[in-house]
């Protein structure tokens, strides 16, 4: 048992994901997932949500898991393109997309598939200016969207999506609304720790936006210029590889409150965790058995007890406790989220503490 149950239960959703894809590069909605609109036409648009499953064709990709058949395969990398193609061939003029209505421009499938393909062009060292171009277009409509509902893991997603786009391009035209994004966020922090899920709290969701703000709060005591392009000279930016880009999330308050916000949410996280290593449920205000270890091992970076977390539930995987996630629509949710947690597991754990 260890970070490889990770790895495995995630390759093992592959071959979904690739049926969901149009694969034909000959047909006009190659790289499109959403088998419903292209293959079997009872939809009319195709969701946005469904292009975030470039992500995990991209890890899969990428990294060198146990008995991962899809590493450094060129069709793979050719499929990624071909997603994040189809991803701004579809969304509209605006930069938005649709999910479940037409016309409906949904905050989350956005955040989600920009999200996704931001990664993935990162992951897969990618130079298409053009990519570029949709993804500012993206990032622009999600700093002034505000959806009606209150679900903080969106939120979450929006400040990570503009951190990292703003790395990505190099430019500082989000800080204000990251600014905002970010104390919106905080302030739909429950001081029980949860944060808001609609109308209470959702522990399934709540492990995402963890997992969210912790790859935040890496991303941002993280210096190091990991996440700079293969820079294009088609393109300009506002700041140079000479003049590194800083973000106004970075001022030590905000670095304090956003680290103080995690730990009290992991540790109410801690407390869904049922005994046969399950957790959630239908007695939260999602309904959700949801669950995402990869922010628990960022988090155990610098607060081991996150670790017992995903320890517990690992248990619970080995012995089949673990919900299925196999739905078409947010399947890769899970499956990047899991690939995530194999990449940046840490080695070092400490030992698990009876539950209180």
């Known amino acids: 048992m260890g970070r490889d149950v990770f790895a495995a239960m995630a390759i093992a959703q592959i071959p979904k994901i690739l049926t969901l894809l149009d694969r034909n590069p000959h047909s006009p909605t190659y790289g499109c997932f959403d088998r419903n609109f292209w293959h079997y036409k009872i939809i009319d ?21 146990p008995h991962n058949p899809y590493y450094q395969q060129p069709s793979l990398r050719a499929w990624v393109n071909a997603g994040i193609q189809y991803t701004a061939q579809s969304a509209h003029s605006d930069g938005s997309c649709d999910d479940y209505f037409p016309f409906e421009r949904a905050g989350g499938a956005a955040a989600f598939s920009l999200l996704a393909c931001v990664e993935s062009y990162r992951l897969l060292q990618l130079d298409r200016p053009e990519f570029l171009d949709f993804f500012e277009r993206r990032g622009n ?52 720790g949860w944060f808001q899920e609609y109308e209470g709290c959702d522990p399934g969701y709540h492990t995402l936006t963890i997992s969210c703000l912790a790859r935040l709060y890496d991303v941002l005591r993280d210096c190091s210029s990991q996440y700079s392009p293969p820079y294009s000279s088609q393109r300009s930016y506002e700041n140079s590889p ?29 407390h869904f965790v049922h005994p046969d290593g399950s957790y959630g449920g239908e007695y939260t205000s999602r309904n959700t058995y949801n669950f995402f270890p990869h922010g628990f091992e960022l988090v155990g970076q610098w607060l081991p007890e996150a670790l017992n977390i995903n320890d517990r539930i690992l248990k619970g995987l080995a012995h089949q406790k673990g919900a299925c996630y196999a739905d078409d629509h947010i399947i890769g949710h899970h499956t990047w989220n899991y690939l995530l947690a194999w990449q940046d597991f840490v080695a070092a754990r400490p030992p698990l503490r009876p539950q209180v």
């Open 45 to 65: 648009f195709p969701s946005g949500m469904a292009q975030e499953f470039v992500w995990p064709l991209a890890l899969v990709y990428a990294l060198p898991l």
């Open 141 to 192: 409509w999600l700093a002034h969207h505000q959806e009606s509902g209150r679900l903080t893991n969106h939120q979450a997603l929006i400040v990570l999506c503009l951190e990292l786009l703003s790395r990505l391009l190099h430019t500082n035209q989000w800080e204000e609304a990251k600014v905002e994004r970010l104390e919106q966020v905080l302030s739909w922090q429950n001081p029980e």
């Open 242 to 270: 000479q003049h590194p880009y800083q973000s106004q999330l970075q001022t030590p308050q905000r670095m304090t409150r956003l680290k103080d916000a995690i730990a009290q949410a992991t540790h109410l996280a801690s």
